[in-house]
Nanobody
């Protein structure tokens, strides 16, 4: 069976850091673009950061540039989102998604990817 499993969410104070992981099973990420999306209560889902290693490019939404870094470890079939200098407005459920052969910038606009994870809660609060 195919699964994407997120982990690493939690409660952190403003200015703190978290690293989210998205582990894939049942398929290899080699030819897939991976995106991190988030949805806060009452807000639309937004693409936060995406990566497609075959094109060697990453994409970040403007509000997280310079604070978040997306990386992937193909050997572990896992994608990470390092989040630094977290702000209360980063509070949301974070989801990872995978879609076959998709440019990173397009991945972050995708509506119906091949696979979704179940989400992990990130809360930034003092």
């Amino acid at each position: 069976q195919v699964h994407l499993v997120e982990s690493g969410g939690g409660l952190v104070q403003p200015g703190g850091s978290l690293r989210l992981s998205c582990a894939a099973s049942g398929f290899t990420l080699d030819y897939y673009a991976i995106g991190w999306f988030r949805q806060a209560p009452g807000k639309e889902r937004e693409g936060v950061s995406c990566i497609y290693s075959n094109e060697g490019k990453t994409y970040y939404t403007e509000s997280v540039k310079g604070r978040f870094t997306i990386t992937r470890d193909n050997a572990k079939n896992t994608v990470y989102l390092q989040m630094n200098s977290l702000k209360p407005e980063d509070t949301a459920v974070y989801y990872c998604a995978a879609n076959y052969i998709t440019p990173a910038s397009s991945m972050c606009d995708i509506v119906a990817p091949n696979y979704w994870g179940q989400g992990t809660q990130v809360t930034v609060s003092s």
